[in-house]
C-alpha cells in the first residue's frame, strides 16, 4: 500500500473498514494522522502506511451547541450538542474527531486526560462512516 497515494478518499476507505490508518516518513520516522503523501517535517514523499491501534487521550474538547450541516443532519443541535475534541493517539499524532460515550449536556462527566477509544460511527444520511472516539473512563 506504500505506493498508493494518501488521499483523503483512501482515507475514507478505510475508515469504512473500520480501520485507522496513519503515514510514517520513511525518512525522518515521523507519523501522521491522518496520512499524508508528504512530510511537513523533512519534505520526503517516501511514506508508508502504519494501521493505528486507536487507543489515546483527550487532550482538549468542546461542546458544539451550533452544528454544521452534516451534524445537523445526524440530529445535533443547540438541544442536542455534541463533543468535539482532540485526541492524542498511543502512537503519537493528535486528530480532531467527534467525543461519544459522554452526555454533550453534562460537559462535568468529561475530563481532560480520559481514557479514548476509536469508534467508526454510521451518521444517517451518509453511506461513509465517520471517525470518532468513546470515553472509556
Ligand atoms: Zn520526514
Same mark, same amino acid.
Given at each position: ?30 507519523? #501522521? ?36 450541516? $452534516?451534524?445537523?443532519?445526524?440530529? #445535533?443541535? $443547540?438541544?442536542?450538542? #455534541?463533543?468535539?475534541?482532540? $485526541? ?13 460515550? $459522554? ?29 470518532a472516539f468513546e470515553v472509556i473512563r
Amino acid at each position: 500500500m506504500s505506493e498508493h497515494r494518501f488521499t483523503h478518499t483512501l482515507f475514507q476507505q478505510h475508515l469504512d473498514e473500520q480501520k485507522l490508518p496513519g503515514s510514517r516518513c520513511r525518512n525522518c520516522g515521523e507519523l #501522521y494522522l491522518p496520512p499524508r503523501p508528504l512530510c511537513p517535517n523533512c519534505h520526503s514523499g517516501d511514506m508508508s502506511a502504519e494501521m493505528l491501534g486507536g487507543q489515546g487521550r483527550l487532550i482538549a474538547f468542546t461542546a458544539i451547541h451550533i452544528a454544521p450541516t $452534516v451534524m445537523l443532519e445526524a440530529g #445535533y443541535s $443547540v438541544k442536542n450538542p #455534541y463533543f468535539a475534541g482532540i $485526541v492524542q493517539l498511543a502512537e503519537g499524532p493528535a486528530i480532531s474527531a467527534q467525543i461519544i460515550g $459522554v452526555d454533550a449536556t453534562q460537559p462535568q462527566n468529561i475530563k481532560i486526560g480520559s481514557q479514548v477509544q476509536v469508534a467508526f460511527i454510521e451518521r444517517s444520511g451518509s453511506e461513509h462512516r465517520a471517525l470518532a472516539f468513546e470515553v472509556i473512563r
